[in-house]
T-cell receptor, first 115, second 116 residues
Framework: DQQVKQNSPSLSVQEGRISILNCDYTNSMFDYFLWYKKYPAEGPTFLISISSIKDKNEDGRFTVFLNKSAKHLSLHIVPSQPGDSAVYFC??????????????FGSGTRLQVQP | DTAVSQTPKYLVTQMGNDKSIKCEQNLGHDTMYWYKQDSKKFLKIMFS???????INETVPNRFSPKSPDKAHLNLHINSLELGDSAVYFC???????????????FGPGTRLTVT
């Protein structure tokens, strides 16, 4: 039962264009969402996040949108650059019974930005 | 300086062996994690330690045992290795906050375990 889903395993865009990566979730208890970027042979690195009380967060070329009613979030990268080519993981956080927080990750979307 | 480091980076071993993966973080974080990235590329949490105390223990075979000698280290011991244990294992750390706030997890480079 995958509570965080990234239905597109790969995406290819031209340099300079917009990249849109999508993520859907099923658990309404998630209160925070994060995007991680992963290069081959490296660990995931944090990119951008958004609280469930917001619908948009922007950081430079990266913007994350959250649609709570649809349980959907998206990451927009504009303009896309060849260095953005990586696997992008969506993650959702929930607070457990212990008060601790745990992340649930999607399966990732491989973005390829063509020069 | 590497924030979260893991050793070894690659580990090839035979079925039935016992092996360990080490993880160290120099970020001063109080919480550390082990994740397994399976063949379908999902990152699934296995364990989490906060201040040397086990706080998350997902459904993982008891052949896997985490050991946290101090806040900066969380090692993963695996006994009687099986073919299905082949995966990439990631260590991560974060500064947990019980009341509000936000946090990010910082990941190590991963250890690719191959069981033959």
């Amino acid at each position: 039962d995958q509570q965080v889903k990234q239905n597109s395993p790969s995406l290819s865009v031209q340099e300079g264009r917009i990249s849109i990566l999508n993520c859907d979730y099923t658990n309404s208890m998630f209160d925070y969402f994060l995007w991680y970027k992963k290069y081959p042979a490296e660990g995931p690195t944090f990119l951008i996040s958004i609280s469930s009380i917001k619908d948009k967060n922007e950081d430079g070329r990266f913007t994350v949108f959250l649609n709570k009613s649809a349980k959907h979030l998206s990451l927009h990268i504009v303009p896309s650059q060849p260095g953005d080519s990586a696997v992008y993981f969506c993650a959702a956080r929930k607070i457990m019974d212990t008060g601790r927080r745990a992340l649930t990750f999607g399966s990732g979307t491989r973005l390829q930005v063509q020069p | 300086d590497t924030a979260v480091s893991q050793t070894p980076k690659y580990l090839v071993t035979q079925m039935g062996n016992d092996k360990s993966i080490k993880c160290e973080q120099n970020l001063g974080h109080d919480t550390m994690y082990w994740y397994k990235q399976d063949s379908k590329k999902f990152l699934k949490i296995m364990f989490s330690y906060n201040n040397k105390e086990l706080i998350i223990n997902e459904t993982v075979p008891n052949r896997f045992s985490p050991k946290s000698p101090d806040k900066a280290h969380l090692n993963l011991h695996i006994n009687s290795l099986e073919l299905g244990d082949s995966a990439v294992y990631f260590c991560a750390s974060s500064q947990d906050r019980l009341a509000g706030g936000t946090y990010e997890q910082y990941f190590g480079p991963g250890t690719r375990l191959t069981v033959t």
